[in-house]
Structure formats: C-alpha cells, structure tokens
C-alpha cells in the first residue's frame, strides 16, 4: 500500500504474542519506503487512556525519532519525553514499553496533575487498611501496579514538590512503603515521564527539584511540534480519515487540493490532536467525496500562531496564546461592565502576585514603567478581587 502500512487485526494479535522486537521488524520490512504506520498492540485493559494506538511517522524529523526510541527503548533507563499538548507523548510512552523487555507487563499510565497532593501520594505508593480517614481498605499504588513493567507519569510538572522527594526516594531505593505500613515493597519498575512545559525552566524556578529532573532525564525523548514535521501533516490527515470514515460508516474520501493547502499551512498549535478534531468533525459537515477547503473549521487564532500564514507572531507559546484569547472570548460573552479596566486590573495584580509582590520585578515583566504600575495597583486595590 505504497509508502506506508497499516497493520491488519491478525498481525496485531500476533503482535502480541512476539518478542518486543519482532513486530516493530514486521512493520517496518512492511512498509515499502521510509515512512511507516505502526499499530501498537491494543493494552487499553492496563492502562487510564483509551487513546494513542497507531502512529504516522513520514517525516525526516519523526523517522529519527522513530529511531531513537528504538535505541533506547530495550534499555532500562528512565526517559523524559517532551513536547507540546497533543504532540503524542502518551503514544511515544506505549511504544517506548512497547519495545521494552517489558512489553509483557503492565503499562500503567497516570496523570500526576488530576489528584490533589494528599490523594496522590497515596495513589503513587499505596496505603494500608486505616492509614487515614476513608481507607477502608489496604490498596496497591500506582508502583506495585506497574511492577516489573512501566509506569508513565504524565504532566510530571505537576507534581507537587513534596511528593517530588517521595518520588526521587522511590527511584533511589527501588522501593515504596505504603502509607500507614512500616514495611517496604520492593519494585521493579521503569519510569517514563512527560511534560509539555519546559522543565529545565521550572528547576531553575524552584519549582522542580533538580535530583528528580536528572534522575528521570536519564534518556530524553524530544517531540515536535507538527508543524516542525510537516511531512506528516497529510499522511496524519488521511490516517484520520480512514480511521473516522470507518467509524462513521462513511464511504471513501479523499482530500482536496486546497484544503490540503489548507492543511499543510496550518500552525497547528495543538497539534495531532488538533488535526484528529478538524478531520473528524470535517468528516461530520462533508457533503462529497473529498474534503473541501470549507469543510476544515481551523481556529481563526492560528493566524496569529508562529509558522502560521499572515500576522505577526505573538511572543506567547501558541497554547498559552490559544488559551488567553479563548479566556477572552468567555468573558466578552458574559458582558462585563468597564471590561477593559477589569482585564487590565486582572492583569496587573497577576503580574504583582507572580512577581511576589516586587513593583520593579512586576513592571519590568510586564515591560511597564513602575509609576504606571503604582497607579494601576492603586486603583485596582479599590476593586473586590484585591481585597
Ligand atoms: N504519530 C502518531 N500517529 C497517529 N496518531 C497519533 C500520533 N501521535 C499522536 N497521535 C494521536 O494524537 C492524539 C494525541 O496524542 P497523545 O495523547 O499521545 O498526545 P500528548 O502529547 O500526550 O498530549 P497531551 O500533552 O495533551 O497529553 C491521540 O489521539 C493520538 O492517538
Ligand atoms: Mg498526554
């Protein structure tokens, strides 16, 4: 099927039952040119996500990534992979275990920013019967639960300082107490850890300890961004289309030149996820057999991203900007008196509290002079939020 392959059903379950290895091998003597479509065995039973099952890797920059990862994959060295939202870190994670001497045991995926710090010490390492008010029972942490596989900590950036000691301990000594037990477990597990924010920044914040960093960066997995590969744009796009169509019942579909255009210029700021969302809902509103340019509902804002056509680039990070101008909208929505006032009070008194309440430090990131600041600060201070 020219460049690329999808693995059928069959192979997947005798994916399954191969070495690690063996498969990957399968897939890539399949795949007739340099770009490859793999599809991971499907272990969603295992794990917290249903998603990430197959990957599109076309480009030059993906295919050294691809590659990479299956130099460090069999090893048992911790791995960081870094990207933004949506890059497909998750997908990098399984397919890291997926190659690993561990691909038969499980693969145990956990959101370090979805619990509040009590809850997720006791998720990480466990608790016995009665260690605290509602444990009625003795359970198993997330360690135990990835023994003698791989445990993937999303969103490690989120993890609260406090628990960063706990988890750098645990890696140390390769084993967990439960909360409320004296004894220790000993585990064997290896961690892959993800973050979409600059980690590096946040050791040099404080707000990453720099023991845990290195210790978790033993191998790092750098992902780009897609419009930093922008050879996987269409192939991505038409995997999307197969997958959807076949979910929809749909017939064939192909892609307008245009729209292609449309596509491939595109700064995706979120990324492979944002792609999968705007072929799948152009699926929705296609009325012919190929997908037209007005079919794609890309989000106006890209033409302020970086990489994409047209404005200037704002100096935020595409998501942040994403994030900001869709704040925007809520709150033209909810017809604010004097709204130009609130949004300047807001952003001068979240400037004051990010600064530690430092004017010079508060002006000088907002790139204001300090007597504007004073006066903004002065009145802000007579409105509730300041109280
Ligand atoms: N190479 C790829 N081929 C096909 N689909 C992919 C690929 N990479 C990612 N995806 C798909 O894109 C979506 C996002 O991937 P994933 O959840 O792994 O990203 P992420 O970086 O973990 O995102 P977030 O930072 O938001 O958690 C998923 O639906 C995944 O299946
Ligand atoms: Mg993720």
Known sequence: MGTQAILSNAELLLMNHSPPHAWLEEAQAEASGPASVLTLPNRRSLTTSIRARAQVFVDPRSLALLERIRMVAPSDANVLIAGETGTGKELIARHVHALSRRADAPFVAVNCGAFSETLVESELFGHEKGAFTGAFCAKPGWFEAANGGTLFLDEIGDLPLSMQVKLLRVLQEREVVRLG???????????????????????????????LFYRLNVVQLAIPALRERPGDILPLARYFIEDYRGRLGYGSHGIDPRAEHRLQTHSWPGNIRELENVIHQALLVSRQDMLQEGDLQIASFSALCPGGAGMAAPS???VTQQTLESALRDLFNEAHENLFEHIEDTVIRVAFEFSHRNQIQAARLLGISRNVLRARLIRAREIAALK
Do not use: M, W, Y
């Open 181 to 211: 037990a004296r004894k220790s477990i000993p585990i064997d597990v290896r961690v892959v850890a993800a973050t979409n924010v600059h980690l590096q920044d946040a050791v040099a914040a404080g707000h990453f300890r720099e023991d």
């Open 316 to 318: 935020a990070s595409p």
